[in-house]
């Protein structure tokens, strides 16, 4: 079983900086790509960064330049830091994973989601 749990959300003035943390664990073999997908109250889930375990990255245009997505492979963890926030960033951020368990068989995994709030 793996689990991902982020940590890092919470409530900033617009123009601030938040970091989101993303931390995999369970039975891992090796992760591929992570990433970070948000979704707002009454929107669809949008993807908003991803890294490949080369650190390859790429951006919702929304974000490119605010946001910057790294990722730590000893830990199995990627991070999310959000500069420059404005109030249309509020949503839930979810990380996700593809995930190689030890049974060899890729899976994409999900976390629970953390709230961002970012007021006027």
């Known amino acids: 079983q793996v689990q991902l749990v982020e940590s890092g959300g919470g409530l900033v003035q617009a123009g601030g900086s938040l970091r989101l943390s993303c931390a995999a664990s369970g039975s891992i073999f090796k992760i591929n790509t992570m990433g970070w997908s948000r979704q707002a109250p009454g929107k669809q889930r949008e993807s908003v960064a991803r890294i490949t375990s080369g650190g390859s990255t790429n951006y919702a245009n929304s974000v490119k330049g605010r946001f910057t997505i790294s990722r730590d492979n000893a830990k199995n963890t990627v991070y999310l830091q959000m500069n420059s926030l404005k109030p249309e960033d509020t949503a839930v951020y979810y990380c996700?994973?593809?995930?190689?368990?030890?049974?060899?068989?890729?899976?994409?995994?999900w976390g629970q989601g953390t709230q961002v709030t970012v007021s006027s």
């Open positions: 996700n994973a593809n995930v190689v368990p030890l049974s060899l068989k890729p899976y994409d995994y």
